[in-house]
């Protein structure tokens, strides 16, 4: 038996642990899975075995049976630790972030191990440290190590794979798709914007100013040329909506996902697909007049995150562990059309939406479904720093269906 096929097929302890649940998201994440599974083999994980204690508490609360999880206590940054908290699961679910300070080690761990792994993080320089790191080593063990199960990158990415497989089941191919945010609601939390600062503190270095500033820097070798991908940060009018297209702040994140999806496919979509996110404001002067504002608060939020105000704005924000209200969750919305071109010029959409907070009460359903994908599904027997779609596919969009989230698509 092979090194990859004596770590996958090792008998396990859990099927599941939960990394970070004593965090804002990570007691959200725990809440959905005590519901949604009480008699899953799983494990709440963290730093601090006293507050493991109380969220696990609370959870008996909700699930009487959840008085019995187990508790797995360790830091993130004892290798040692990470290491053994790995070998005892088929799966590692975190939500300890900012994860390019704490989440390399479980990470790697789980590279070795051959354990299975999901995460939150939209830091795309530290998922390309990632890549380069353990990609290879997670390829011979078999570890599915998917970044990304949220908000960012869920419904962009699995969002254009649904344009995919519509045409795809009509014979057609997938050459362009555009991801626009119609309505969306939703507040932050302390951990979003911890990793939105340590993003600023890392780039004064010019590889990671490298890594954000290319628009294939998640694909493999060999990519396409990257002329013409570039990001956009203007209010722009879309040519044929006639909307007016102001820029999403996660694109930058979200793009270099999708198209590393297409590159683990196989090009699925193509070589030369092209791929944009933007937030569709309306028509006319008000929608100029929406964009401007927006494309302003951007570059107003920049300042604030990566300028010489930030020491002071941290003194205003969200501390780690705090986030919005249930009331303010479960008002929360988002709803994101996505329209594809095909190679023959068929014209296909996409709706993507919850009725949740998208960043938490929405992203909580994600990463949990994601999670249990990962430990219950079938899927295909690759290893590697995959993605979203090309790991879990459209085994993940009939879970999320199943959670309550629109996952629509039609030709037009």
Not at 112 to 140: F, K, P, S
Not at 374 to 399: F, I, N, Q
Request: hydrophobic letters at 40%; proline letters at 5%.
């Amino acid at each position: 038996m092979t090194d990859r096929e004596q770590r996958r097929t090792r008998a396990r302890e859990f099927d599941l642990v939960l990394f970070g649940a004593t965090g804002f998201t990570g007691r959200l994440v725990a809440e959905y899975l005590v519901k949604k599974r009480p008699s899953l083999r799983w494990a709440l994980a963290g730093r601090s075995r006293e507050r493991l204690e109380r969220v696990r508490e609370d959870l008996a609360a909700l699930e009487p049976s959840a008085k019995e999880l187990p508790l797995v206590a360790g830091d993130s940054l004892d290798k040692a630790a990470m290491e053994g908290l790995a070998s005892r699961t088929r799966v590692v679910c975190t939500t300890a972030g900012p994860y390019a300070r704490y989440g390399s080690v479980l990470l790697g761990a789980c590279a070795e191990q051959g354990t299975d792994y999901c995460d939150l993080t939209g830091e795309t320089h530290w998922v390309r440290e990632m890549i380069d790191a353990h990609h290879a080593r997670a390829v011979e063990t078999g570890a599915r190590i998917v970044p990304s199960c949220g908000f960012d990158s869920i419904p962009s990415d699995l969002g254009v794979l649904l344009l995919h497989e519509q045409l795809a089941a009509k014979g057609g191919r997938l050459a362009e798709a555009h991801y626009r945010v119609r309505r969306a609601k939703g507040g932050a939390s302390g951990g979003t914007i911890a990793s939105g600062l340590l993003a600023a503190e890392r780039m004064g270095d010019p590889a990671v100013r490298r890594v954000l500033g290319d628009p294939f820097s998640l694909s493999p070798e060999g990519a396409p040329g990257r002329r013409g991908h570039e990001d956009w940060l203007r209010p722009r009018k879309d040519p044929e909506t006639g909307r007016w297209l102001a820029p999403f702040f996660m694109a930058p994140v979200n793009t270099r996902v999708v198209r590393r999806s297409n590159a683990l496919l196989g090009y699925a979509y193509g070589r030369e697909f092209r791929y944009d996110e933007a937030i569709d404001v309306g028509r006319g002067l008000a929608g100029l007049a929406r964009a401007a504002a927006t494309s302003a608060g951007m570059a107003l939020s920049g300042a604030v995150v990566f300028g010489p105000v930030r020491k002071l704005a941290e003194r205003f924000l969200p501390a780690p562990g705090e986030g919005p209200s249930r009331e303010e969750r479960e008002s929360g919305f988002f709803d994101i059309e996505l329209h594809g071109v095909g190679t023959a010029g068929e014209r296909v959409r996409a709706r993507v939406g919850a009725k949740q907070d998208p960043g938490y009460g929405a992203t909580s359903w994600m990463l949990g479904e994601s999670a249990l994908c990962l430990a219950e599904d079938e899927l295909p027997e690759r290893g590697g720093l995959l993605t979203p779609a090309s790991c879990m596919g459209m085994k993940l969009v009939e879970r999320l269906r199943a959670a309550g989230m629109t996952f629509q698509a039609e030709a037009t």
